[in-house]
């Protein structure tokens, strides 16, 4: 008797807990007491989970984490010089890509990112466009050689990894506004010594800085085979996502593509796809 009213009270407190936590998903949970940007209402849990099992389904046979979101870059008919002009033809054929949110996902007013990318059978290029209110440049600029830690002062990056299998394998891109630049091996399982600084890329860099319009412009040249296992053309994937850290330490900010979710940029189950296209989508 004894254990079958103690079973009986066990089955009521169950029933009672399954319906707090229907009453909570109902309500949206925690999530829902706060607004993301634009002031659209974060989902709630149950809104949430349908939200990532169809971005898993989506993301089916590309890597452990499916895709937050896709980019293209465009091919060009040849290789060229880089520049840093958005009108350019070059650049005018490219599909625009906007970074303009912090690691929560939340708008950063006036510096809205945009960036354009081509690809030929040698070559990824990209460009970015970035307003800024007050640059944070390192004095004494060198542009002949790579500047490690490059990241303490105003840069541009892409990190891009063609590894589906083991997304913590990729490649992290710098460039200054004063044209300084960086590349890294990235293994953000076990880090090469020095964070892999010391693997050169072979890649070129240009920037130039608009004071008047506020305005600064930097332009990557990468080699495909440095990225990539030996194959790539149409329809090839990468994981990848693009950043700015910007300003003074006193307004600094971080701008990007896809937002992490996280203090480090070295989150790469939060990054999106770039894909290799003919023509514009």
Known sequence: MWAEVTMRRMRAILGAAVMMAGAVIAAGGFWGQGRAAGGAAKPGNAERRKSEATRVQAGAGMGKEAATGIAYSVEAAQDVFLNTEPANAFWAGAEPIVADVDAKGNAVPGYSTTIYSRWTKNNLYFLFVCPYEELNLKPDPVTTAETNQLWKWDV??????????????????????????????????NPLPEGGWHWNSGFQVAARINAEQKMWYGAMKIPLPAITNGHSGEGTKFRANFYRSQGPAENHKVVMWQAVGAKSFHTPERFGILELVATKP
């Not at 083991?166 to 710098?174: A, G, Q, R, S, V």
């Open 156 to 189: 541009a990056e892409v990190f891009i990894g063609w590894n589906f299998e083991n997304i913590n394998l990729y490649k992290e891109f710098e460039i200054s506004p004063q044209g300084e630049w960086v590349d890294l091996d990235i293994n953000h399982t």
